[in-house]
């Protein structure tokens, strides 16, 4: 579809629409002329690459960002939203990747947060709980609306998200990423209340870099690209693998690059029989020098705290650590870091990153004494030429090593941290989901960057819960079920199945 072609069809009259809107920010183009609408009880996704304007787009429809040009109409009238609450009082509600609760308030209190009702003095509190369970009960939700958020799981802290948009009568629902963080049984209940509030008449707007699972609940597509949109189309008139072309602008031949990296037959890291604290069983695992070794396994079935327990970040009760032939002890992260183990969380915005000092600090927090003078003090023009050589070698997009590692796209934010532990020349780096929330070019540039690294002669472990992602990116794969591996397979002579049978447990190593 050309860029210039009408979005709407004849006579369809769209709930919203977003004409020639541009955006700068610094003097740099955002956004650049783009269409966008929306019908009722419709399901409209939004794609496109880290850095093509999706967000900037959805900013400016839910009043947090001024348009430096362009319309907005609503309901056949124009309108201006000076902000979140003039967009909310129109129900144009965007619900963040972040969600935007109050851990320790209750599910009521976040839900009418600024609007509790009175009676004079007084919050309602009846009134208030009844308002709440009846927003609950429209999703489907059996949460109590006394209940403190803190206490709730992501999945349901969204459903609270969605029940606060329906207490101001949403008519108009943006969802960034509300899958990123849920199980296949959580993105099932979101997806069945996403098909309510669509019969209900509510339009939604929905982005996400998960393709593959959009063709459950969207029915278009607009696909945005280095701040202009591509085309829009009916979603099941289309192909995902057309959608990646649309975002990238070329053909992509495969998902996965081609492996250089030829592991040798040296081990690099040996764990013996390590136990964490109330887990019974002792893991064993090697890792051998420039081989990526996947970890797979279902949730809760102890990648992660595996990872964790060698980097020191939960204790250990029993188990030896072998890095290069000599014997370790670690008992904190410090002591691993300086033995040349990284773990790189999955969530690297809370764990990973200081994300709001500039990329230069980043990547040296890791390793400050190679940049620090004898008296202590940071010699900044050394920091930032090390922080540049990593901006250029990782291909990192970002303005200047000066700007805040907050303001980039989710993959070069991934590339920072790597750079952070490269820069402290780290030997074992541990990947936990280093792809979750990053779209399919990124992706592509990060799977690059995990054969370069194993092409060094580093070893890597990605843990990953995309099971294409395992088998199309290790040389070895570690299954885990129930806090202990239950089978180390050959990537090249396994297949999906097999795994899966391992990881549920009904096939075992021993």
């Given at each position: 579809?050309?860029?210039?072609?009408?979005?709407?069809?004849?006579?369809?009259?769209?709930?919203?629409?977003?004409?020639?809107?541009?955006?700068?920010?610094?003097?740099?183009?955002?956004?650049?002329?783009?269409?966008?609408?929306?019908?009722?009880?419709?399901?409209?996704?939004?794609?496109?690459?880290?850095?093509?304007?999706?967000?900037?787009?959805?900013?400016?429809?839910?009043?947090i960002h001024a348009p430096d040009a362009g319309t907005i109409v609503f309901r056949g009238e124009l309108v201006r939203f000076d902000g979140v609450q003039a967009a909310a009082a129109r129900g144009v509600v965007m619900i963040h990747q972040e969600l935007n609760l109050v851990p320790h308030l209750s599910v009521a209190e976040n839900?009418?947060?600024?609007?509790?009702?009175?009676?004079?003095?007084?919050?309602?509190?009846?009134?208030?709980?009844?308002?709440?369970?009846?927003?609950?009960?429209?999703?489907?939700?059996?949460?109590?609306?006394?209940?403190?958020?803190?206490?709730?799981?992501?999945?349901?802290?969204?459903?609270?998200?969605?029940?606060?948009?329906?207490?101001?009568?949403?008519?108009?629902?943006?969802?960034?990423?509300?899958?990123?963080?849920?199980?296949?049984?959580?993105?099932?209940?979101?997806?069945?209340?996403?098909?309510?509030?669509?019969?209900?008449?509510?339009?939604?707007?929905?982005?996400?870099?998960?393709?593959?699972?959009?063709?459950?609940?969207?029915?278009?597509?607009?696909?945005?690209?280095?701040?202009?949109?591509?085309?829009?189309?009916?979603?099941?008139?289309?192909?995902?693998?057309?959608?990646?072309?649309?975002?990238?602008?070329?053909?992509?031949?495969?998902?996965?690059?081609?492996?250089?990296?030829?592991?040798?037959?040296?081990?690099?890291?040996?764990?013996?029989?390590?136990?964490?604290?109330?887990?019974?069983?002792?893991?064993?695992?090697?890792?051998?020098?420039?081989?990526?070794?996947?970890?797979?396994?279902?949730?809760?079935?102890?990648?992660?705290?595996?990872?964790?327990?060698?980097?020191?970040?939960?204790?250990?009760?029993?188990?030896?650590?072998?890095?290069?032939?000599?014997?370790?002890?670690?008992?904190?992260?410090?002591?691993?870091?300086?033995?040349?183990?990284?773990?790189?969380?999955?969530?690297?915005?809370?764990?990973?990153?200081?994300?709001?000092?500039?990329?230069?600090?980043?990547?040296?927090?890791?390793?400050?004494?190679?940049?620090?003078?004898?008296?202590?003090?940071?010699?900044?023009?050394?920091?930032?030429?090390?922080?540049?050589?990593?901006?250029?070698?990782?291909?990192?997009?970002?303005?200047?090593?000066?700007?805040?590692?907050?303001?980039?796209?989710?993959?070069?934010?991934?590339?920072?941290?790597?750079?952070?532990?490269?820069?402290?020349?780290?030997?074992?780096?541990?990947?936990?989901?280093?792809?979750?929330?990053?779209?399919?070019?990124?992706?592509?540039?990060?799977?690059?960057?995990?054969?370069?690294?194993?092409?060094?002669?580093?070893?890597?472990?990605?843990?990953?819960?995309?099971?294409?992602?395992?088998?199309?990116?290790?040389?070895?794969?570690?299954?885990?079920?129930?806090?202990?591996?239950?089978?180390?397979?050959?990537?090249?002579?396994?297949?999906?199945?097999?795994?899966?049978?391992?990881?549920?447990?009904?096939?075992?190593?021993?």
């Amino acid at each position: 579809m050309r860029p210039d072609q009408s979005i709407a069809p004849a006579g369809t009259s769209p709930l919203l629409q977003l004409r020639g809107i541009a955006k700068r920010f610094a003097g740099v183009s955002a956004l650049d002329g783009v269409d966008f609408e929306l019908r009722a009880g419709e399901v409209h996704a939004v794609c496109g690459e880290n850095g093509a304007g999706k967000s900037t787009l959805m900013k400016v429809l839910a009043g947090i960002h001024a348009p430096d040009a362009g319309t907005i109409v609503f309901r056949g009238e124009l309108v201006r939203f000076d902000g979140v609450q003039a967009a909310a009082a129109r129900g144009v509600v965007m619900i963040h990747q972040e969600l935007n609760l109050v851990p320790h308030l209750s599910v009521a209190e976040n839900v009418y947060l600024g609007r509790e009702p009175r009676r004079g003095w007084f919050i309602d509190r009846r009134r208030l709980h009844a308002d709440t369970r009846r927003c609950l009960d429209r999703l489907g939700v059996a949460v109590r609306p006394e209940a403190p958020v803190a206490g709730l799981s992501i999945a349901q802290q969204q459903m609270v998200e969605i029940a606060k948009a329906l207490s101001i009568d949403a008519t108009v629902l943006i969802m960034d990423e509300p899958t990123s963080s849920l199980t296949g049984t959580e993105t099932a209940q979101l997806f069945a209340v996403v098909r309510q509030l669509r019969a209900q008449g509510v339009g939604i707007v929905y982005i996400s870099h998960r393709l593959d699972e959009m063709a459950a609940i969207v029915d278009r597509v607009t696909v945005l690209r280095d701040g202009r949109r591509v085309a829009t189309e009916d979603f099941a008139a289309t192909r995902v693998d057309r959608i990646v072309e649309q975002m990238v602008g070329r053909p992509l031949e495969a998902q996965f690059p081609p492996r250089s990296a030829v592991p040798s037959g040296e081990t690099l890291l040996r764990v013996r029989g390590l136990r964490r604290r109330g887990v019974a069983d002792a893991v064993d695992v090697e890792l051998r020098r420039g081989e990526i070794l996947g970890f797979a396994g279902l949730i809760g079935a102890g990648r992660t705290e595996f990872a964790r327990a060698v980097f020191g970040a939960d204790p250990v009760e029993a188990g030896e650590i072998e890095l290069e032939g000599r014997r370790l002890r670690i008992r904190s992260p410090r002591e691993a870091i300086a033995q040349g183990i990284a773990y790189l969380s999955e969530d690297r915005k809370g764990q990973g990153l200081a994300i709001d000092l500039p990329v230069a600090h980043n990547i040296s927090m890791a390793h400050l004494a190679a940049v620090c003078s004898r008296l202590g003090f940071i010699r900044r023009a050394d920091e930032e030429a090390a922080a540049q050589g990593y901006v250029e070698s990782l291909a990192i997009r970002t303005p200047g090593v000066r700007q805040r590692a907050r303001l980039l796209s989710g993959g070069n934010q991934q590339k920072v941290v790597i750079a952070k532990w490269l820069f402290r020349r780290s030997r074992v780096l541990f990947f936990d989901e280093p792809t979750r929330g990053i779209d399919v070019a990124a992706k592509f540039a990060i799977y690059q960057l995990l054969d370069q690294l194993a092409a060094q002669g580093i070893g890597v472990v990605l843990i990953s819960s995309e099971l294409p992602e395992i088998l199309g990116m290790t040389d070895r794969i570690a299954v885990f079920h129930a806090g202990r591996i239950t089978g180390v397979l050959e990537t090249r002579h396994t297949t999906q199945e097999e795994v899966m049978q391992y990881a549920s447990g009904r096939r075992n190593l021993h």
